[in-house]
């Protein structure tokens, strides 16, 4: 079965730190790969996405994120991280090109 | 300003109750979706349409209705039948070229 994973339930750094959210998806062909950022009792606002092509993409607010294959990873990146990134991050897969399948969410929490 | 609408934002029900959540988007799109989220298991699928007059179950459907009589609006329905219904509940709709999932501002329903 299709499954997204974000071992990562909460992490806490401190602002002007760099950031990796981890995500790892099961499943033998490449899906397309999102990340979401959710602010507490808000909807999910997309950061980015990979469909194809060059496996680094680069999203708003600063935000990148690295597809590796061999790893069936996305991880998402940051190289300084500032109060307001404060939030939940959720990775999500699509593999029938209409079902989403989400990770359980990873809180960032970011210390003055 | 194209976008998903969710009304109301916080709604409260006596158990036994069944009650109508709303989910508008004039963004054109065919794909709708309904999420519930519930403190650390991230967004589970409850029900999609890909089309109007059509929806499919998603991973928890049961106590659960739809429907899809126009584009634009896909209303759900939790009935007395939802053993658990307290939640955060998520609609959001996909677009045909960039398969992008749009959020709503989600809607908190309480039963008590």
């Known amino acids: 079965a299709q499954s997204v994973t974000q071992p990562d339930i909460h992490i806490t750094v401190s602002e002007g730190a760099s950031l990796e959210l981890r995500c790892n998806y099961s499943y033998g062909a490449t899906p397309y790969l999102f990340w979401y950022v959710q602010s507490p009792g808000q909807g999910l606002q997309l950061l980015l996405k990979?469909?194809?092509?060059?496996?680094l993409v680069q999203g708003i607010k600063g935000f990148e994120a690295e597809f590796k294959r061999s790893q069936s990873s996305f991880n998402l990146r940051k190289p300084s991280v500032h109060w307001s990134d404060a939030a939940e991050y959720f990775c999500a897969v699509d593999y029938n090109f209409n079902k989403f399948y989400f990770g359980s969410g990873t809180k960032l929490n970011v210390k003055p | 300003d194209g976008g998903i609408t969710q009304s109301p934002k916080y709604l409260f029900r006596k158990e036994g109750q069944n009650v109508t959540l709303s989910c508008e988007q004039n963004?054109?799109?065919?794909?709708m979706y309904w999420y519930r989220q519930d403190p650390g298991q991230g967004l589970r699928l409850i029900y999609y349409s890909q089309i109007v007059n059509d929806f499919q179950k998603g991973d928890i459907a049961e106590g659960y209705s739809v429907s899809r009589e126009k584009k634009e609006s896909f209303p759900l329905t939790v009935t007395s039948a939802q053993k658990n219904p307290t939640a955060f509940y998520l609609c959001?709709?996909?677009?045909?070229?960039?398969?992008?999932?749009?959020f709503g501002p989600g809607t908190r329903l309480t039963v008590t």
């Open positions: 959001a709709s996909q677009g045909q070229v960039d398969l992008e999932q749009y």
């Open positions: 990979y469909f194809s092509g060059d496996t």
């Open positions: 963004l054109n799109h065919d794909a």
